[in-house]
Structures are given as C-alpha cells and as structure tokens.
C-alpha cells in the first residue's frame, strides 16, 4: 500500500467522525484521533461539550480515555510514555480559540498553524511546560490563513485546522525526530470549519 497524504488521512478521519454522529446529536466542534508512533489506536473521539479532559488511566476525570484503548504496541518507549500521560490534558473551547491546558507531570509538545507567523515556511513546535496552557487554535486566524474564494477549502479538510500534540517527546527542527510519526504517544485534534 502506497503513503497517503495528510490531506487524504484527515478526509478519511472526518469521515470516520461523521460515522459516529448520530441523528439529532449536536454537532462537535472538534474530533480527536489517538496515535502510538504511526498507528491510530481505537476510534476516534467527537467532542460536543465545551471542554475535554484527555489523560491515562481512571479516575482521572470524564473524557477520554487512553488507557482504556487496546493497543498492539509493545515498543517499550511507547508503553513508558503512556505511563507519563497521567492527568493529561485538558482541551476547552472558548470565545478567543481553543486552549490546551498541559494537567500532566510531563510537557506535551504543540503544532498548530495559528501559533506561527502566516508567512513561515515551516510551522514550529511549541513546549507547553506542566501545569501551563497554550491557546492552540484560533478559529478567526484560521479563516484568516485560507486562499480568497476557495470553494476547495470549505469542501475539504485542510491543515489549518487540526491541531498536533505529542505527550513526553518532542519533534521537529530542534529534535531527533523529525516528524510527529516518530514520536510514541500524540494525539490530531481536528477542528470543524463548518
């Protein structure tokens, strides 16, 4: 099977969220995929409440769940990160954007193309230390970044509005791994630009 594109994995992620609506159900506002290295590990997760706790293990909180999804990985790293996601993360929809509030006694490394300079060539990622928080997506920025007329953009998805997080372990310029495929434990956050 040959590589697909970015472009192609969130069209079918948006997909798979669609097949979990229901009738009649209020809308999310976003979508949550869980990755261990290149691996989606269970279904992906529709958010309708304004905020979301994400972390590892009950009782923690109401959300998301890691722990409680099977996963096939038995990469020693990868079992060592889920161990440190602890409390998590806290993801709150708010007026100004989206906020990620780092609950976890570990950084989670953020990607987002609202956090960046328009102009950049290369998005950057950003540290967000325990106990601090990033706002990670902003809707109004995001409009913002879009081509003029782009009938394209409102059909399909596009990287300006999703969101990548990675528990523990960094990637990027400044890391050994370059890509967020590399690292044990991340998360794709995708946001709904209807």
Known sequence: MGC??????????????????????????????????????????SVQEPSLDIFYDLPQGNGFCLGQLNSDNKSQLVQKVRSKIG??????????????????????????????????????????????????????KAYSLQRPNDHEFMQQPWTGFTVQISFVKGWGQCYTRQFISSCPCWLEVIFNNR
């Open 4 to 45: 697909l594109s970015w472009e192609t994995v969130l069209h079918k992620l948006l997909q798979d969220s669609q097949v979990l609506q229901e009738p009649g159900d209020r809308s999310h506002w976003c979508v949550v995929a869980y990755w261990e290295e290149k691996t989606r590990v269970g279904r992906l997760y």
């Open 87 to 140: 409390y998590g993360i806290q993801l709150t929809k708010e007026v100004d954007g989206v906020w990620v509030y780092n609950r976890s006694s570990y950084p989670i490394f953020i990607k987002s193309a609202t956090l960046d300079n328009p102009d950049s060539r290369t998005l950057l990622v950003h540290k967000v230390f325990p106990g601090f928080s990033i706002k990670a997506f902003d809707y109004e």
